[in-house]
């Protein structure tokens, strides 16, 4: 067979393999996938630079599928390359990443080919994709890391990191917004790096782009300053070839190639149908598609022979060397550069070099103390220092964040200064989120930051940074009503609530310096978890730490930090962040009338549920009720720890503007109504006989 019928061959096998595998399963969109078939096929064996015997290698290619729809195409391909599984150690495994009995059961329960591309599940996945827009979005994060990186490792003769990020996305990704926010910084940054493939067939369910999208992508990208290619024929594989030839020689502004295709390519009846969207074909259309096709009608997942060895000879062969030929550079660069690659190897594993640690402050009593994002911006100051890969910024708001890396050598990330750790997301949240996934996919450790009550701006690309578990680093600021005057649009209430329903990450809201230090040493250690650390625009009084107990709490979630003598309370105020020091006013205040409370400081919930029965019975004993939980966001959730015969402090409405001190006394967070709220409890408390009746005066 010539390769000219080989590559036709491996295209359909790709195709029919999308086509079957939809039937089976009953639900899927095998028209993308038929018409794309090409495309992919031209990148990865003739173009991607990635070794599938070692899907991990740190200067491979990036292959991001944004339209994750069409996810059988990367399921056909790691198959048909015979890509390697790697396990969470880091592990090249014997075994394949995706066998053909997984694309059998596309869509099952337990198949390493589910319905979208899920990092984390499925080795050679490079980032989770489905909510469209999310991909090439944080394909610009990987753009950013490979400039900074190449820039901070490479050395005369030793091109350490030169890899390039190929994203294919369809109308869907470029409608979304975070595709204009995240182009737009792209071209800005003149990510020369990047090269996004848009297949335009001028469909997406709904049907006819025409009721929906009718905008010139090419003017849009050429005046994002982007190079602009367009090809006319999806199925010219030589053309494409030479498309992303021009990619590569295009230097100073990333590339976008615009792909004339068809939905549904081969399939007689399905063009420009929407049903070929979220539908298999049908038995019938199956078998004249793959009569148009030239293929066996009534065989399924068919991979013909010549099909593999030709992936082999390809991308295989080049993959390999590629790959072969770093390591043995990256041996020379360890003997020259020690230091140097002894970092690259600890970033790969999500480590933290010795000492990442040192010179962290601890903080002595103060009355008058620091704001949250005071203490993180000189703790970040110096984590940075201590923690080469430790980047990041804000969405234009890093002299509020406190996110500004300020010593001496803290450059800013631009065009010109690739190697700087100053990153300028500029106001564009959603962006900021997954350009920071794209940055932790890539192994550096990323921080981004905004107002907390923006966060929902950043929500979708958070919520994905938790499902693929990468140590994302969200910082928050103005965490409830300490920007008073701001008012209601600028006061978070929901926020808490709604990150901390997040599955797997890990939301921190410190009381005072001491505690956002110790916030910083937990979310620094996680190494596959995303953290949200929420922070106080105003100051906060630092605790005596000799009175009160140690904040090296916070690593447990919650700590008893204040305590009725003996350690047997009546009652238990639970607070967070700003409210810890009203907690600690309103408990000096009830011992003082003797009454036996405990202060209960619990910065995260999710560490909290982490920890023993034991320990957490031990925080919040099963037999104290009268409890009081104290914070300024929605009252949602605190029943899990008030129970039935507890009362909660915080927020029923969206706040309102004026000045911080008025609005506590107008939402009531002032010890005195803490205290009100305590006795009214403890009244109910002793009615109904949970506690012995004890005089407010007597000691405890
Ligand atoms: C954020 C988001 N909204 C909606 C969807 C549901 N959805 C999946 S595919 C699709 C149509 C996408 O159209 P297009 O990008 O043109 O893909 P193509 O038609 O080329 O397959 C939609 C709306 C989604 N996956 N993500």
């Known amino acids: 067979m010539t390769n000219v019928e080989l590559d036709q061959l491996s295209i359909n096998t790709i195709r029919t393999l999308s086509i079957d595998a939809v039937q089976e399963a009953n639900s899927g969109h095998p028209g993308t996938a038929m018409a794309l078939a090409p495309l992919v096929y031209t990148i990865w064996n003739r173009v991607l630079r990635f070794d599938p015997q070692d899907p991990i290698w740190p200067n491979r290619d990036r292959f991001v599928l944004s339209n994750g729809h069409a996810s059988m195409l990367l399921w056909s391909l790691l198959h048909l390359t015979g890509t390697r599984a790697v396990n969470a150690d880091y592990e090249r495994l014997e075994e394949p990443s995706v066998t053909l009995e997984d694309i059998r059961r596309f869509r099952q329960l337990g198949s390493k080919a589910p319905g979208h591309p899920e990092y984390h599940w499925v080795s050679g996945v490079e980032t989770t994709t489905g909510p469209l827009g999310q991909g090439i979005a944080t394909s610009v994060g990987m753009a950013i890391a490979e400039k900074w990186l ?34 737009s910084l792209a071209g800005h940054l003149a ?3 990047l090269c996004w493939i848009y297949d335009h067939n001028h469909i997406t369910i709904e049907g006819s782009t025409q009721i929906t999208f009718t905008e010139d992508v090419a003017a849009r990208f050429l005046s994002y300053r982007w190079n602009v290619l367009r090809l006319g024929d999806a199925n010219n594989i030589d053309q494409i070839d030479c498309a992303l030839q021009e990619f590569h020689k295009t230097k100073d502004r990333p590339t976008l190639i615009i792909l004339d295709s068809h939905i549904g390519y081969g399939s007689p009846h399905r063009h420009d149908t929407a049903a070929a969207h979220g539908e ?11 009569r148009a096709y030239g293929w066996p009608e009534d065989v399924q997942f068919r991979v013909p022979e010549g099909v593999r060895e030709h992936f082999s000879a390809g991308i295989g062969i080049r993959g390999a060397s590629a790959c072969r030929e770093w390591t043995t550079l990256f041996a020379n660069y360890r003997a020259k550069y020690p230091e140097l690659a002894t970092e690259i190897d600890q970033m790969q594993r999500r480590e933290l070099p010795v000492n990442w ?27 940075a220092r201590n923690i080469p890969w430790l980047l990041g910024g804000s969405a234009d708001l890093g002299s509020s964040n406190k996110t500004l890396l300020t010593y001496q050598g803290a450059e800013d990330f631009q065009a010109a200064t690739p190697g700087g750790k100053n990153l300028h997301f500029g106001i564009r949240e959603h962006a900021m989120g997954a350009i920071v996934n794209g940055l932790s996919l890539s192994k550096l450790r990323p921080y981004g930051a905004t107002f907390f009550i923006f966060s929902d701006y950043a929500r979708p690309a958070i919520r994905l940074s938790a499902l693929m578990e990468l140590p994302a680093i969200f910082i928050f600021t103005h965490d409830a009503m300490g920007d ?12 808490l609530a709604s990150l901390r329903a997040i599955p797997g990450l890990t939301l921190l809201r410190p009381g005072d310096a001491n505690e956002v230090v110790e916030a910083y040493r937990v979310i620094m250690q996680l190494r596959h978890r995303p953290a949200i650390l929420v922070l106080s625009r105003q100051a906060l009084p ?3 730490r000799r009175k009160y107990a140690s904040a090296s709490g916070v690593a447990r979630g919650a700590y008893v930090l204040a305590d009725a003598l003996g350690g047997k309370p009546d009652i238990i105020l639970i607070a967070t962040g700003s409210e810890i020091s009203l907690a600690v006013q309103a408990h000096e205040k009830l011992v003082s009338e003797g009454i036996c409370s405990r202060v209960v400081s619990m910065p995260s919930w999710d560490i909290f549920e982490h920890q023993t029965q034991e320990y957490r019975d031990s925080v919040l004993p099963p037999m104290v009720k009268a409890r009081v939980a104290i914070e300024q966001a929605s009252t949602f959730g605190w029943e899990r720890y008030v129970g039935n015969s507890g009362r909660v402090i915080g927020m029923q409405t969206f706040g309102a503007s004026a000045p911080l001190k008025e609005l506590q006394k107008e939402f009531g967070f002032e010890p005195e109504r803490v205290v009100l709220v305590a006795k009214e409890i403890l009244g109910k ?16």
């Open 150 to 183: 190449a820039t901070r490792y490479n050395k005369p003769a030793f091109n350490i990191f030169d890899y390039n990020i190929y994203s294919i996305c369809g109308d869907g990704c470029l409608m979304e917004g975070v595709s204009s926010e995240a182009a």
């Open 280 to 290: 298999p074909l049908g038995p019938d259309e199956v078998r004249s598609t793959k």
């Open 191 to 193: 990510l020369d790096n």
């Open 542 to 544: 630092t605790l005596n």
């Open 685 to 700: 408390a002793y009615s109904r006989g949970n506690i012995k009746k004890r005089s407010f005066s007597a000691p405890c």
């Open 484 to 495: 008073g005057e701001d008012g209601p649009t600028h006061q978070p209430v929901e926020h």
């Open 357 to 383: 640690d040192c010179n962290l402050p601890v903080f002595p009593e103060d009355p008058e103390g620091l704001a949250g994002r005071e203490v993180s911006g000189k703790v970040l100051n110096i984590l």
